[in-house]
Structures are given as C-alpha cells and as structure tokens.
C-alpha cells in the first residue's frame, strides 16, 4: 500500500470521529506511531509521516516534536522528502526558534542545486521564513542567482531579495545594481518580482530612489506596452493584461513621482491613456483604474488629470459593485481635504449611500458626508444627516452625534436653527452624545437670550414626552428652573404656546426626581431648578420647600447635600433667596474653562455656614479670602452635574456660587464662621493686593499672581501699625482635595510694632484638573 | 504585502494556513479565532473587506470555503481579491472542478501550489499557465522519484 494513502486513511479517520474526545484519541495513537517513527532509521515512510503530523498541526494540536524531523529531511538527497521537509519548516519553524538556524547549511547548499525545483524550494523558505542572520549568510548566494540564472529561479530569487531587504535594510545596495538591470527582462513574472524590489529599496532608502527616478521612462514604455498589447493568453484576466504587474508599475511611479515635477511630468500622458482606455467593467479593470486614481492624487500632476481622476471615482459610486463603492468612498476620504470643490460635485451620490445596507459602507460615507458640509449645503445636509441618525447602526451613532454638533457649530445659519438641531439630536440618540454637550448647550440657549421663551418651550414638552435620555433632561430642568416664568406666561412667538400651570411644571421635575431612569447627575439638576422656582413662581413656594426637605434625608449625598443647604436658604437667609436664585447671565466661551487671571477676590459672596466655628481673630480672613481665590481655581470644565458651570467674574451671579461651593466641597462653608465678605468687582486684569483684614492697626493683605496657567501665587503681607507687637503670627490655609497646596517659609513670624517691619508669607496653589 | 492567508470552512474549521510573517503559535491561534469570528459574522450582502489593526483584510467564499487575506493598509483591496481569485482558478485546474474535501485530502498540494504562486508575501507568477507548468514539472519529478523508490531492487 502506498504511503500516501496511509496520510489519507488517517485524515479519513480523524473526520469520522464522531465526538473532540474521539478525535483526540486518534490524533494521540497516531501521534505516538509517528514519534516512534521518527527515532527509527530512515525508512521509506518518513515523509509521509511528517505530512501526517503537518495535518494534526493544523487542526490546532502540539507538534513540536516535528521540528528536528524537518530539519533531516531537508538534508536528505531525495525530492520528495525535500518538500515536504521544507513545507514543514515553513509550516513549524519560525525566525523565534532555534531549530530554525540548523537549516541555513542545507539551505545554501540547495540553493547550489543543479536542479531548479530543489533550489526553488530553498528559496520559497527562505523567503517565508528566513530570519535576519539566514538573511546575511545567503544574501551573496541570492545575488548570484539574481545575475545569471533561468527566469524560473530569477523571479523566485527576486522575491527572496525582497524578504532579505525587509530584514536586513542595509543589504539593499547589495541588490541595487542587480535591480536596475532586472527591469530589462521580458517575463512577467521577472519583472513583476524586479518592480516590487524596486519599490521596497526605493521607500527604504532616498538615495536610491533619486537613483531609480532614471528610470521611469523605461517603466514608461513597459506599461504602456501592457496597456495597447492586445490578448495574451498568458496573462490576459478579463480584457487586462497582466493586472498584477500594471498596479505594481503604477504604485512604483507613484512613490517615484511624489514630490518630483520632471518625473510626474514624465507619466503625465501615460496616466491619462490607462485611466481612459482600461475598461473597468470587471474587478481586476477596476483594481488598475483605482491604482491609477490612487497615483494621480499622489504626484505632482495636471489639474485636468486629477479632476478625470476625481470624475472616476465618482463613476465608481454609482457602481452596482458594492466593493467599488466601497473603495471610492475611502480614495474621496482621502482628498476631499485637497480637491475639496471636485468632491462636492459627488455630494448627492455619497448622501444616498448613507442609506446603503452595508455597514462599512454607511460608515465611510457619514465620515465623507461630514467632511463635505460647508456653509452652502449645512441645511440640507444637515436635513440628510438627522434622517440617517433616526436610523443608523448604534456604534455610528456617537460619531455621527459628534460630527453633525461640530457641523452645527461651524456653520449654523441661526442660533434658533442650531438649537433646534442640537435639540433632534438629543431627542433621537441622546444616550450617545458626549459629556461636554450638555454645558455646551447651555451656554447656547444664555447667550440666544430672544429665545428663552421658545427654547424653554419646546424643552417641556420634549421633557413632557419622554424623560429617559440623561443629557435632554438635563438641560430642560436647566432651562426650566432659569426660564420657568416663560414658561408660565404662556405666550411665545415662535412656536405654538401651551398652558401651563405651575403644578404641571412641579410635577414635571418630580417626575425626573423621582424615576429610576435619572441618573444622579440629572436629579441634581432637577433639584436645583426645583429651587430656582421658588423665586420665579408665586403660589406653590410651600409644594416646593416639602420636596426639598425631603430629599434632605436623601441616600445620595450629593442630593442630600444640596436640599439641606436649600432648606437652609429657605429657613435661615430667605432674605436673600431671591438674590441667590437670581437669573444667570450670558456667559461667554472663555468663562467655561479655567478663568481667567483674576484674583482679587473673584467677587463671590459667601452663603450658609452649617456649623459657625469661631477660628483665631488672626487666621480667620486669611482662609476665608483663600477661599475665595481658591473658588477660581475650582473651575472644573468637564463637570456635567454643574449647572451653569463656574464662577464668572461680575459680582451678579450669586446661584452658582452657592453650588459651585457646594459640589466642590463642604469644608469650605466650614471655614466661613459666618462671615461675610463684601463682593468686590472683579478686575479683569492684574491682580490687586486685597486687603482682607484691617483691625487695631493690623493689616493683613492677599496678593495673587498666576505665573502659569494651572497654578496660583498668593502672598500675604502682614503690617502692624499699632503700639504692640504681636507674635507667634501663623498661617493656616485649607483647600479642597483637587487642590495641591504648597506653603513656603514666612519670613518671621512676630510683627513688631509701628510697621517696623512687615511680614510676608507665599502659598503655591496648583490645582491639576484645570 | 500580505501578511496571511487562511483557508476556512463555514464552520470555521481551518483547512489551510499560511503566514508570511514571523508569529508566535498562540497569537497564530488567537488571529485563526478572531478572524473567523469576524468573517463568518458577516452579512452576504456587505463587501469584502475589513478592518483589523492597522491591516486590511479581504475575504471572498468560495463554495463552502472562506478564503481569508490579509494585506497591508496601502494595498490594493481589488487586486487581493483578484489574488484570491486566481489561487481558486489554479486550485480548480489542478484538482479538476476542485471542492473541499480535495483540499481537505490533499492539503499538501494545495501548498505546493500556493509556493509556486506566491513568495514572501507577494505574488511570484502572473501567468496561471507558466504555473501550472510548474507544478506539473514538480509533481512529474516527485514521481519518478517515489516509483523509484518502491522499485524492488534485485
């Protein structure tokens, strides 16, 4: 019985194996015979038996063991053992093993083999699997080959030269001249192994490259001798021949031509004759017009070139080929940067493929869709780009989310158009949008101020509708508790009013607060705009002071945090609610981040300590005023849970202040001992030493410079104008924990009377998140 | 380049592998898993590339075989499936009107004649006769040597 049949009884029988255990039964017996096989002398069956093993490998079992078998059989004199002695180092032994160096020997001497089925077998390995010093050691060998042999073993050693250069870049100038005379050969299979050699030194290394630019007429002629030869049976696939080397010229004239006027200019004409006469009705057409398109975007060519080119990946979209639309939407990704105005003519194409089934499709052309919108198109696009949102696959949504907010952004032809898109946008993925949408949008609606009355009305009902997506319901109980009086007017000329009563807007926001769908972030917004109502409605102020007195016992203590100091606004300093709840004012961009340099004071008004401490008559202000510098450091610009973000300067905006203190904080509240503060209004310039404590002729004064952005100076001044001295003078400062605090050295600590002397101390503040 | 090929069927069992860079057994074992996982997941109606790391792939069925390539990000999508394409052709020609289980009982051969058709990664021969031709040779040589061999020797 022949050998090979015994290869195909085992394969037979693995197949029939009816359960994994089964099978791992027969592969175990079998790999045992063959193991016993191997430590056995040479006999007949030895290839047979690696080929066996080389199927087990493939199954996904061990086979190791196989290595050293390869390593004989390479060395045997016989062809059969040689091949599949070579399949099985290609297939079991890689660069990472040792076995692998064994093999370099029989390899070179292979390579001498006066038959050229033997020596191509030591090329293909060696080419596959050659590591870096097999490459070294064979790299003459392969030279060799590449001058003076058949064009059978020529094209293989080519390709070996490849591999070796791949490896060992510095052994490119040993093949260079060898390369340059290869391009003179007529077969294809030469030749197509002497263009990717070429390729592979020319990106590799730039001297060889101006060297090889000698060349492009002579790639010249060879193509255009491919593309006007009429039918060879040898190489003709579907009306073009020899595809394969046509895209490898091409991509080597590409990287010849890039950055270089004569070379491009040399291939201007026979880029023109392959993108008219190549037909493209099949797949390997295509592949070279896509090459083509690909070459012309990339060279210096003529503007009449690049816009047929643009023309053919246009005719490419209307393809019925799925993969051709594919491809032409990635080649327009590319260049819509560059030929912006060529693209644009396509836009209609590209905006119905977004309805294309494909996945892929749809994602490469909502990324163009998004890349095309200017300020021309921006309504109707935008139109197309909320239809396909309604009905995208989920893991586009959030990109298409972001692209069509930037869109809005960037060319919006109305504030009311763009918060109306923001607003569909939320309606319809609101899941998916991004974190910094919500205080984006809010500032948006502040600044549109003619719009409150429409935004607010629009935002109720949509909040009405629906309170499941985080980031609409949040910016409706925003606008609700800012603009609640709008809302309760009942009259708007923009869109059709509806009537509300005050309990229907109460009972909207304890709705949110009360379902499980919100988030924590969300019920605090509806908390405080809960409160804010309270000054802008007049009879349920009782509904809403029992809400707030009952999420005081509240699990979460952010909730619980806020209702408590609400219900110490309501119990203790009603006086000054209104002031506190007043309406924000217009904020601009530069106010979200990090504020700017001011420091004297940031005008902020302090509010309801929980626990009056009575600190030291001496160390009290200090805190006290720190925390007031400290409270510009606090900005945080990603906090979502921020209504109305940051401290702005101007000395209006009471209401954030209070939650801007009480998110960042309690402690804060603590150092305060109920004092009070007279605002100051905020310089938007240079800082000014603020005098923070003038008392028996002891003054006590707080200098802030910002040297860098993230981090704040201050230095106290102490002076002592009156008859005693005073000593064991200290300070204490607290900040809150996203704050680093760094206190350097007074320069004493007692000062003597009569502004003798002065005492200075600095403090580094440096808060990270800024 | 192309960085490898794989040969599955529709159940995902692996009928010919071949990789054209250095790869550690386990990473061969979990791209062979991930790749599929992502080919068999796809719809009929969608095109035949993917993403994957920085690679593009490009698969076509054939039958019941998924023939799987993987190719650097600056290559030619169409001319890998042209790639594919012409492997299959030769594969048919060779094994007359080739299926699985030919390749399946013969995978060594399938081998031979995807070494006389690509190299390091590339493709060696454009002409599907001039290989062919090739492979006859081989397989002629192969031949005489194994009759040879199982000669009785008096």
Same mark, same amino acid.
């Given at each position: 019985m022949s050998p090979s049949v015994r290869l195909q009884e085992m394969i037979r029988v693995i197949r029939s194996a009816r359960t994994q255990g089964e099978e791992r039964g027969v592969i175990q017996r079998e790999c045992a015979a063959i193991r016993a096989q191997f430590r056995?002398?040479?006999?007949?069956g030895r290839s047979h038996n690696l080929a066996k093993l080389l199927y087990v490998h493939m199954l996904g079992?061990?086979?190791?063991?196989?290595q050293m078998e390869c390593v004989r059989l390479i060395a045997s004199p016989r062809y059969n053992e040689k091949r599949v002695g070579y399949l099985g180092a290609m297939m079991l032994l890689?660069?990472?093993?040792?076995?692998?160096?064994?093999i370099t020997n029989s390899i070179k001497n292979d390579l001498a083999h006066s038959s050229q089925y033997v020596q191509s077998l030591a090329l293909c390995t060696l080419a596959c699997m050659g590591s870096a010093e097999m490459c070294r050691d064979l790299a003459s060998e392969i030279d060799r080959l590449l001058r003076a042999s058949s064009s059978y073993i020529k094209k293989k050693a080519t390709l070996c030269a490849v591999h070796i250069v791949r490896k060992v870049?510095?052994?490119g100038e040993l093949f260079t001249p060898a390369a340059r005379a290869l391009?003179?050969?007529?077969n294809h299979g030469v030749l197509h192994g002497a263009v990717i050699l070429i390729t592979e030194l020319c990106e590799r290394n730039a001297q060889t490259l101006v060297q090889f630019r000698e060349a492009v007429p002579e790639l010249v002629h060879i193509m255009r001798g491919l593309v006007t030869s009429g039918y060879s049976p040898e190489h003709t696939v579907a009306g073009i021949s020899d595809p394969f080397l046509q895209v490898r010229i091409l991509r080597l004239l590409r990287i010849l031509g890039r950055n270089n006027d004569t070379a491009s200019d040399a291939m201007n004409d026979l880029l023109a004759q392959v993108a008219t006469n190549t037909?493209?009705?099949k797949t390997a057409g295509s592949a070279v017009l896509y090459e083509t398109v690909l070459t012309v975007m990339d060279i210096k060519s003529e503007s009449g070139l690049r816009v047929l080119a643009v023309n053919i990946l246009g005719r490419f979209l209307l393809n019925n080929d799925r993969n051709i639309r594919y491809i032409s939407m990635t080649s327009l990704q590319k260049i819509v940067s560059t030929d912006h105005n060529a693209v644009q003519r396509h836009r209609g194409t590209i905006v119905d493929c977004l309805?294309?089934?494909d996945a892929s499709v749809k994602r490469r052309a909502l990324e163009l869709s998004l890349a095309l919108v200017s300020a021309i198109n921006i309504r109707s696009m935008m139109k197309e780009l909320l239809l396909f949102l309604s009905t995208c696959p989920p893991e586009l949504k959030s990109h298409a989310a972001s692209g069509i907010f930037n869109a809005a952004e960037r060319y919006s032809p109305s504030q009311r158009w763009h918060i109306d898109t923001i607003l569909h946008v939320l309606i319809t993925?609101?899941?998916?949008?991004?974190?910094?949408t919500v205080p984006n949008l809010i500032q948006l609606i502040t600044n549109a101020s003619q719009l409150h009355c429409y935004t607010v009305h629009k935002l109720y009902r949509a909040l009405v509708a629906d309170i499941s997506q985080q980031p609409l319901v949040q910016v409706a109980c925003w606008c609700i508790g800012e603009y609640g009086d709008s809302l309760l007017q009942g009259?708007?000329?923009e869109t059709e009013p509806i009537q509300v009563t005050e309990d229907d807007i109460l009972d909207a926001l304890e709705t949110v607060l009360q379902s499980?769908?919100?988030s924590p972030a969300t019920r605090g917004f509806a908390l405080t705009a809960t409160m804010k109502l309270s000054t802008r409605i007049t009879e349920n102020v009782d509904r809403i002071r029992s809400i707030v007195s009952i999420y005081g016992?509240?699990?979460?203590v952010e909730l619980q945090q806020r209702a408590v100091e609400y219900n110490a606004l309501f119990k203790k300093y009603d006086h000054m609610r209104a002031a506190v709840l007043e309406k924000m004012p217009v904020m601009d961009r530069?106010?979200?981040g990090p504020t700017n340099?001011? +420091?004297?004071? =940031?005008g902020v008004q302090e509010l309801e300590p929980t626990k009056p401490k009575q600190p030291e008559m001496m160390v009290a202000p200090q805190p006290a005023s720190q925390v007031c510098d400290l409270l510009d450091l606090l900005?945080?610009?990603?906090?979502? +849970?921020?209504? =109305?973000g940051p401290l702005g300067p101007?000395?209006?905006?009471l209401g954030p202040a209070g939650l801007m203190s009480g998110s960042a904080g309690g402690d804060l509240l603590y150092l305060l001992g109920g004092l009070e503060l007279t605002p100051t209004p905020t310089p938007a310039t240079a800082p000014a030493a603020v005098t923070v404590y003038d008392k028996s002729g002891v003054v006590l004064k707080l200098s802030c410079e910002r040297?860098?952005?993230a981090s704040q100076t201050i230095t106290l001044t102490a002076t002592n104008t009156s008859d005693h001295d005073i000593s064991s003078l200290t300070l204490q400062a607290a900040v809150p924990k996203n704050v680093q605090l760094q206190m350097k050295a007074p320069s004493g600590d007692s000062l003597p009377a009569r502004s003798s002397a002065v005492v200075t101390q600095t403090v580094l503040l440096n808060n990270p998140n800024k | 380049m192309m960085h490898f090929l794989l040969l599955f069927s529709r159940?995902?069992?692996?009928r010919l592998q071949k990789w054209f860079t250095p790869t550690p057994e386990r990473e061969k074992k979990k791209i062979i898993r991930d790749m599929t996982a992502m080919v068999l997941a796809r719809?009929?109606?969608?095109?035949?590339f993917l993403h994957w790391m920085d690679q593009k792939v490009v698969y076509k069925r054939y039958a019941s075989l998924f023939f799987c390539l993987a190719i650097d990000d600056q290559e030619n999508e169409l001319l890998a499936l042209e790639i594919l394409h012409r492997y299959v052709e030769l594969l048919d020609k060779y094994?007359?009107?080739?299926?699985e289980l030919d390749i399946i009982f013969n995978f060594e051969k399938a081998y031979f004649i995807l070494d006389e058709f690509l190299i390091g990664g590339e493709v060696?021969?454009?002409s599907k006769q001039t290989v062919a031709r090739c492979i006859e040779a081989s397989d002629m040589l192969q031949e005489t040597m194994e009759e040879y061999m199982s000669k009785p020797a008096f």
């Open positions: 056995q002398a040479d006999n007949g079992y061990p086979a190791h063991f196989g890689d660069e990472n093993q040792d076995a692998s160096l064994l870049p510095e052994l391009l003179a050969e007529k037909d493209s009705s309805k294309d089934q993925a609101g899941a998916d949008v991004r974190d910094e009259e708007c000329e499980h769908m919100s016992s509240c699990m979460d530069s106010s979200m340099g001011e +420091s004297g004071g =940031g900005s945080d610009p990603d906090e979502p +849970s921020l209504p =109305g101007g000395g209006g905006p040297p860098l952005d | 159940q995902g069992r692996l719809k009929p109606k969608t095109c035949n094994f007359g009107n080739v299926c060696q021969e454009t």
